[in-house]
């Protein structure tokens, strides 16, 4: 049985000739760039084992950049993995010699991510970040793009005229998607509570909206009390989970719909014959565990790594080009993680 791919596999899959691989692997002569990315592509989609050494040639004429990226506290599982797999793809790509700068936040204020972003500037090409909706974040992607350098949202979106654009999940697909499992989850005249992060972060603003809104459009019965929210932190989010628990004895569901989840669910562990549904947009890395042990019923969250790949993508391609235009949306769909699917 034949295991190990060729040269000789990687050039017909490709529809090229050997000497072309050949030249692009070892510089024998020139080969234009859409060309070797091609091959690249086939090879990766192959398993041809020479894709370092293809992927190092295509970088070695590609111009070095540096891509900037603002995020939350790096303790939060969420903005770790998520700073990984921006690193990864910074590393990865061929278009340019890309080298990763990243700045955690760890005060959620709109001086300390405008005070990123402008820090960010002497040192980078581009910069994307997480950001909340504030206008001295939005002044501050303002000051970038006067200097001629593109900033794009993750994960959230901005109001700021001069952003680049947006790339993440649709908060408000998300939200009525957060609805529709609330709505099959729970009985008839029970109470639905809402956690939110932080009504700063957009995406959370559309994860609300788009949940009640599909709550409404069905004419449910369920009785929905006023969000709360936990500020991003854990402990915050236990604390009101477990003075929800103690004040709503028709409690049946909870949407939380930013930070804090472990919170929420170390409460309800406390409460064990009390069964609470629990649709979660925020992901931690115990989700997994909390979702076998049905202490959380959904979680729906971004596809990091799509994200991440796309938001290089899209970012070395604007310094590249220097073509200025219309704010660009990319939207990738969300990740839908149930027991039954890990």
Same mark, same amino acid.
């Given at each position: ?50 894709? +370092? ?56 204020? +709109? ?114 009390? +006023? ?105 990738? +769909? ?9």
């Amino acid at each position: 049985m034949k295991t190990r791919v060729t040269i000789i596999d990687l050039a017909r899959a490709a529809d090229v000739s050997v000497s072309t691989v050949d030249r692009i692997m070892n510089k024998r002569g020139p080969v234009q760039r859409a060309t070797a990315e091609h091959v690249l592509a086939v090879a990766q989609e192959i398993g041809f084992t020479g894709v +370092p050494s293809l992927r190092q040639r295509l970088s070695e004429d590609a111009p070095a950049k540096t891509l900037g990226f603002v995020l939350n506290k790096r303790e939060r599982h969420l903005y770790g993995s998520f700073a990984k797999a921006l690193a990864d793809a910074t590393v990865a790509s061929t278009k340019i010699k890309g080298k990763a700068i990243i700045r955690h936040v760890d005060e959620m204020s +709109p001086r300390s991510i405008a005070d990123a972003l402008l820090g960010l500037a002497d040192e980078c090409d581009v910069i994307a970040g997480v950001c909340i909706e504030h206008p001295r974040v939005n002044q501050a992607v303002h000051e970038l793009a006067m200097r001629g350098i593109p900033f794009w949202a993750l994960l959230s979106d901005l109001s700021a005229p001069h952003r680049a654009g947006f790339i993440g999940t649709n908060g408000w697909k998300l939200g009525r998607t957060a609805g529709w499992f609330m709505s099959r989850l729970c009985p008839p005249n029970s109470t639905i509570a809402l956690l939110m992060g932080s009504e700063q972060y957009l995406c959370q603003k559309d994860y609300e909206s788009g949940f009640v809104n599909y709550l409404r459009e069905v004419q449910s019965d369920f009785a929905m009390l +006023p969000p709360q929210q936990t500020m991003e932190d854990d402990e915050t989010a236990y604390r009101l989970t477990k003075r929800l628990l103690d004040e709503n004895g028709s409690l049946t569901g909870i949407f939380m719909g930013g930070g804090g989840i472990d919170g929420v669910v170390r409460a309800l562990q406390e409460r064990p014959s009390q069964k609470i549904n629990v649709v979660s947009a925020e992901i931690s890395d115990l989700t997994p565990k909390h979702l076998i042990d049905e202490v959380i019923d959904v979680a729906l969250s971004h596809e990091f790594g799509r994200v991440a790949t796309l938001a290089v993508q899209t970012m070395e391609s604007s310094i590249i080009s220097h073509v200025p235009g219309v704010p660009v949306i990319h939207s990738v +769909p969300m990740k839908i993680s149930l027991r039954e699917n890990l």
